[in-house]
């Protein structure tokens, strides 16, 4: 009973930091090289926030996440900012604060101000540990460079998280093996392991559409994947979520998003979840500067969900955990509206599907989770 | 009257990029020819997407006026060829309504094998010759070797060329008076029984097919009744005119003239290329020669992609063949691709053309399957049959032989390359060399018997690449021999798909069917079962490949801000998988069976 009640005072806060020092060739974050509109852009931020003043105050802060684009690429003093901007209407009892590193940021002065102001979790981008291919991606770091960030980051934050991505350009399965001895040899407590996805807008997809990229065939990939499955595991880390392993406890944070639960986000791009509602802002930089300036939300999705798809999407971001979902929970909370979103996947239980006691998917099944979840969708 | 000695009918032959377009204009210009200027612009703006790919398309007769040294002020008929091999008769009636043409020739590129077929096209129609050297003043102009390789190949010798820039100008105005000069004027009489080549016709929403003609002999007025020689169909004449540059009606068109003539025909078949018009009256005793029915030699289906589109399809292609003769089709229907058309095409650019020109100017998305060439098949029961698309080739044992299509192809290429492009014809292409000639001081002609079907797949391109893009080549089709041919048939999941199958030489069999069960299982994308993907030949399975069972799909990343968006995306998807396509009893999405069904479809851009 404690539980629920004090749940829904409870938020979860995201900030999106959209600057990064160059633009990676298969990024399609909300993100932009332009850092000339950081200060338009941390000053409507806060105009944000405020807009928001009536949903976010009196509510107590369990988990922050700073992410980006590249939240390290800009002056700590906006961070500040922020969080002050934030303490005006919120309790920050903050028991995970995280903030998105890439390599060629990390300086020490940066890392200790960052802890100072209460940041307790810290994630870095890798991406992948050869040199060449991270030239290809138009990653602006060396492998030893990385090194170097990591341990700084050590320094101060025990909770780190390492992003890692395969099914790269040129990629060989050697590569991704190379990548899993990196790991046991830097050994965060968290890791983050991601297929490439490739969308149509970025520059990526042209280079493989004229040839001038080769990715690594689906075979290629799936031992890729295999092996990442196998070897994290017998490293020692919980795979807790289709792409996160762990060797301490999940990122809090994430899990609230997993468990569908109540969060708001701030800044390009981001999306919130409160009350059934969802909305998610414009990822154009000047459209969000101007309409924050108006005193506008500055939003370009809002859905008012109905019980049914709240329940599919319940399912859709809960299937993603290795646990799944309390299908006796889910029934209390939406009742048939529950059964009708199963019987869209029901077709997948045994081998794919673990349907009881809990709903959750294999290990086989996750392998092939767009599969299942593509019918939630 | 016009005085019949102040005609003179001429064609430019050039290889495309050799600056036929530039002379042309630079002749308007001399000519002060403002509107016909103004109207060749805009063909040329109008034809550019054909130009951007090396196909030209006609450009209409044009009638100029030129004011001579010996002060007679002469009619001149430029008549356009078509620029591809696919055309190579239309190309031969262009010309053989003229009595003479410029051979031009690039400085900075010598002489392309194309331009030697069609100016011995243009010497069979006892054309006069007035060969021409362009782009005298670029930096890498060759003006020796341009001269040699034309003595090389065609016999022409150095003192007879001229030689011009068509960009400055320079050397045009004499190459005028040598038109005038050189070229004969034409000769028949005003007298004599109406006999006209149709050498070109267009549709034209108002007054119907138009003819082009060259009137040989006799003269053709409004009024008149003429008849078809091929198909003694009869007609009256509406309006006869000429080009001067737009249509513009006459009352009448004599001995020697070149014109157009309309008379209420409504189907491009009504007047076709290289057929003689006459009076129904008094009519000719014979028609003029080389009179040939353009036949399709390359078939294809062609589907809509969308399948409510077939209609829209079927009315896009007829209004397709108003403009093109040669161009056929039929309702067919496959149990892969739904209600389409079979088509038959001169050749591939021609199909690609029209494939194109469907798509722009009908705003139709269509599927084309891989073309195939026409074979005869000579029945048991003594019937020759011909068959346009592989699924319908009759049973082993029904038949006595089959034939297939061979065309002569000769290939111009540096001397170097020579061996490399033997040995790719004769060792890859089942193609028999039959002789070479010197092109030049390194280059050589080689002329080979090659089956046709060779040229659909892997062909341009290798021999591009094996030349280092120096080959220039010309086809045509030139007779029906018997070969050892099989049916390879492709079964999905064991269920045979019509639309896959295809028909190769038996020596290649075996390599064919290995390749095509691999390409389609690498395009498959894996499905809740392994599925086999088998070829057949004559009744036994002769290569198998496997579609693995799963593929992996994983979702990689997905926070809250993303909720949405993955879930549009994934939505996409599946509602893209809604309109999936069944290969055998496998469903597939579009995009896949499209790329299954052009596997071998080669890509000339
Ligand atoms: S660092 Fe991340 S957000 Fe920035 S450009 Fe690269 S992929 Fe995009």
Redesign the pocket.
């Known amino acids: 009973m404690l539980c629920t009640s004090h749940l829904k005072d409870e938020i979860s806060i995201y900030i999106h930091v959209?600057?990064?020092?160059?633009?990676?060739i298969?990024?399609?974050?909300?993100?932009t090289?332009h850092t000339e509109l950081m200060k338009d852009y941390f000053e409507n931020l806060e105009k944000e926030i405020d807009l928001y003043a009536g949903e976010l105050r009196g509510k107590h802060v369990k988990t922050l996440y700073f992410g980006?684009?590249?939240p390290s690429?800009v002056p700590i003093k906006y961070i500040e900012r922020i969080i002050e901007k934030l303490a005006n209407y919120l309790f920050l009892n903050v028991e995970e604060a995280t903030f998105e590193f890439?390599p060629e940021d990390v300086k020490h002065e940066l890392v200790k101000g960052l802890f100072e102001i209460g940041i307790n979790r810290a994630s870095i981008?890798l991406?992948t540990s050869s040199d060449d291919i991270l030239g290809v991606?138009?990653?602006p770091y060396t492998f030893d460079e990385f090194r170097k960030s990591y341990s700084i980051l050590r320094e101060s934050f025990e909770n780190v998280n390492v992003d890692l991505m395969y099914s790269l350009p040129f990629e060989k399965v050697e590569d991704v093996e190379q990548d899993l001895k990196v790991i046991e040899e830097l050994n965060p407590s968290h890791v983050s392991f991601y297929e490439l996805e490739i969308h149509e807008e970025v520059p990526l997809y042209s280079m493989i559409k004229n040839g001038q990229v080769r990715l690594p065939s689906e075979d290629e990939s799936e031992v890729m994947y295999d092996k990442i499955v196998e070897k994290m595991e017998s490293m020692g880390y919980e795979r807790y979520e289709i792409s996160s392993w762990t060797k301490d406890k999940p990122c809090q944070h994430n899990l609230k998003y997993w468990e569908n639960e109540e969060y708001m986000g701030f800044g390009l791009s981001a999306g919130s979840h409160l009350l059934h509602k969802r909305w998610v802002n414009t990822t154009e930089i000047n459209d969000y500067i101007l309409k924050v300036r108006k005193g506008e939300r500055p939003t370009v999705y809002e859905s008012n969900n109905s019980d049914f798809e709240e329940a599919c999407e319940t399912l859709f971001m809960g299937l993603r955990l290795s646990d799944g979902v309390d299908t006796e929970k889910m029934k209390k909370e939406f009742g048939e509206n529950f059964e009708k979103a199963f019987s869209r996947i029901k077709k997948f239980c045994g081998e794919i599907l673990e349907c009881s006691p809990r709903l959750r998917l294999t290990k086989l099944g996750m392998k092939f989770s767009a599969m299942v979840l593509r019918e939630l969708a | 009257m016009f005085d019949n000695s102040l005609i003179r009918n001429i064609s430019i032959i050039a290889h495309i990029d050799h600056g036929k377009s530039t002379l042309a204009d630079r002749i308007l210009e001399l000519t002060n020819s403002v509107e016909a200027r103004k109207m060749h612009a805009q063909y040329l703006d109008t034809m550019e997407i054909e130009q951007e790919r090396g196909i030209t398309i006609k450009a209409q007769p044009v009638k100029i006026l030129y004011n001579a040294k010996d002060g007679k002020a002469y009619e001149i008929n430029i008549i356009d060829t078509p620029g591809h091999v696919d055309f190579s008769y239309e190309v031969s009636r262009s010309l053989a309504a003229c009595e003479g043409a410029i051979l031009l020739v690039d400085a900075t590129q010598g002489v392309e094998a194309q331009t030697v077929a069609n100016a011995y096209l243009a010497i069979e129609n006892n054309l006069e010759i007035v060969p021409v050297i362009n782009k005298i003043d670029m930096p890498n102009a060759n003006v020796e070797e341009t001269q040699r390789e034309l003595y090389d190949t065609l016999g022409i010798r150095p003192e007879e060329t001229l030689l011009v820039s068509a960009k400055t100008g320079e050397g045009v105005p004499e190459l005028m008076e040598e038109v005038v000069k050189r070229i004969p004027a034409p000769s028949g009489s005003p007298e004599d029984k109406l006999r006209a080549l149709i050498f070109d016709a267009n549709y034209d929403p108002y007054k119907g097919v138009v003819a082009h003609v060259r009137i040989f002999e006799g003269k053709l007025s409004t009024k008149d009744v003429i008849e078809m020689m091929s198909t003694k169909a009869t007609h009256e004449v509406v309006e006869v005119g000429i080009f001067s540059p737009y249509m513009t009606p006459t009352n009448i068109l004599s001995a020697g003239e070149v014109g157009y003539v309309a008379a209420s025909m409504r189907e491009a078949r009504e007047a076709r290329v290289g057929d003689t018009i006459t009076l129904a009256v008094n009519p000719a005793k014979e028609p003029l020669p080389g009179y040939k029915e353009a036949k399709p030699v390359v078939y294809a289906g062609l589907y809509p992609t969308d399948p409510k589109d077939y209609e829209e399809l079927r009315k896009g292609l007829e209004r397709f063949k108003l403009n093109d003769a040669a161009f056929v089709f039929e309702p067919d229907n496959s149990s892969a691709l739904g209600f389409g058309f079979r088509c038959g095409f001169l050749g591939l650019l021609h199909m690609e053309i029209v494939v194109e020109r469907l798509e722009r100017e009908y705003n139709l998305d269509v599927i084309a399957t891989a073309p195939n060439v026409v074979y005869e098949v000579e029945m048991n029961n003594g019937e020759t049959v011909r068959i346009t698309d592989p699924a319908k080739m009759p049973k082993e044992g029904t038949y006595l032989r089959i034939r297939e299509p061979y065309v002569d192809l000769s290939i111009m290429t540096p001397v170097d390359t020579m061996g490399a492009v033997m040995n790719f014809i004769q060792n890859e292409k089942r193609g028999e060399f039959v002789s070479t000639e010197n092109a030049g001081k390194n280059r050589v002609t080689l002329n080979f018997k090659m089956p046709m079907s060779e040229m659909i797949f892997d062909f341009f391109d290798k021999i591009k690449a094996i030349s280092h893009g120096y080959a220039s080549m010309d086809y045509d089709f030139a007779e029906y021999r018997e070969s050892k041919l099989v049916k390879i048939g492709i079964l999905v999941n064991k269920e045979p798909v019509e639309a896959l199958s295809t028909v190769v030489h038996e020596s290649k069999a075996y390599k064919v069917a290995k390749a095509l069960v691999e390409s389609i299982a690498e395009k498959m994308p894996r499905q809740q079962f392994e599925i086999p993907i088998q070829a057949t030949a004559r009744g036994r399975i002769i290569a198998r490949a496997t579609v693995k069972a799963y593929r992996k799909d994983v979702l990689a990343k997905c926070y809250g801000g993303d909720v949405t968006r993955k879930m549009k995306l994934l939505k996409k998807q599946k509602e893209g998988k809604k309109r999936m396509r069944m290969l055998g009893n496998v469903s597939i999405s579009k995009d896949v069976f499209l790329s299954i069904l052009s596997i071998g479809k080669e890509d000339k851009n």
């Open positions: 959209p600057f990064c020092s160059r633009k990676c298969y990024c399609d974050f909300a993100s090289t980006g684009g590249t690429h890439n981008g991406q991606l138009g990653r």
